[in-house]
Antibody, heavy 122, light 107 residues
Framework: QVQLQESGPGLVTPSQTLSLTCAVS????????WTWVRQPAGTGLEWIGH???????QYSPSLKSRLTMSIDTSENQFSLKLSFVTAADTAVYYC????????????????WGLGKLVTVSS | EIVLTQSPATLSLSPGARATLSCRAS??????LAWYQQKPGQAPRLLIY???NRATGIPGRFSGSGSGTDFTLTISSLEPEDFAVYYC?????????FGPGTIVDIK
């Protein structure tokens, strides 16, 4: 059973860089899209972006200028860096695995980490 | 950006009742739509993908229908563990958006 676990600081100072890592266990990272989704308190879900096992990335247009994602399949982990954070970036950050279920399928998130609360505050 | 709207915002039902949740897209997403369940303090769980397919381990009381811009998640008979928030999510053109959610709570 695939498991994902987020790690990183829970408190980030405004204008600094938020850095999170997701450790993947119980399965291969090959041929999947490794994704970050966030959820501000009491609100809905926002897709941040993903990194494919090859290292290619897709980012949310609204966050693209501040985002860097990377993957290390030899260490079974992938990472998120979000620069110049503000209070609006305070949220629970989830890492997730996204996959296609067939040739004519969309891309969906079938395994999720438990989530990491990141607060942006001085 | 494709915007998803969900209705109703809250659905208050009794255990054993049938729940019908709606998701509408601002433009066609074909069948590229999923449903997720989220309970307090937990990550979302994939229920339905490609509008009609149940994910692994999802009970048969959950079913999805629709295509284009209008989609429905039906829970045929609510179990106590089904009271949660439900989100739809579309998957088109490398951009992924979620609906605002429907809360299914106990009447």
């Amino acid at each position: 059973q695939v498991q994902l676990q987020e790690s990183g600081p829970g408190l980030v100072t405004p204008s600094q860089t938020l850095s999170l890592t997701c450790a993947v266990s119980g399965g291969s990272m090959e041929y999947y899209y490794w994704t970050w989704v966030r959820q501000p308190a009491g609100t809905g879900l926002e897709w941040i972006g993903h990194v494919y096992s090859s290292g290619s990335t897709q980012y949310s247009p609204s966050l693209k200028s501040r985002l860097t994602m990377s993957i290390d399949t030899s260490e079974n982990q992938f990472s998120l860096k979000l620069s110049f954070v503000t209070a609006a970036d305070t949220a629970v950050y989830y890492c997730a695995r996204a996959r296609y279920f067939g040739e004519l399928s969309g891309l969906y998130f079938d395994h999720w980490g438990l989530g990491k609360l990141v607060t942006v505050s001085s | 950006e494709i915007v998803l709207t969900q209705s109703p915002a809250t659905l208050s039902l009794s255990p054993g009742a049938r729940a019908t949740l709606s998701c509408r897209a601002s433009q066609s997403v074909s069948s590229y739509l999923a449903w997720y369940q989220q309970k307090p303090g937990q990550a979302p769980r994939l229920l339905i993908y490609d509008a009609v397919n149940r994910a692994t381990g999802i009970p048969g009381r959950f079913s999805g229908s629709g295509s284009g811009t209008d989609f429905t998640l039906t829970i045929s008979s609510l179990e106590p563990e089904d009271f949660a928030v439900y989100y739809c999510q579309q998957s088109t053109a490398w951009q992924f958006t979620f609906g605002p959610g429907t809360i299914v709570d106990i009447k």
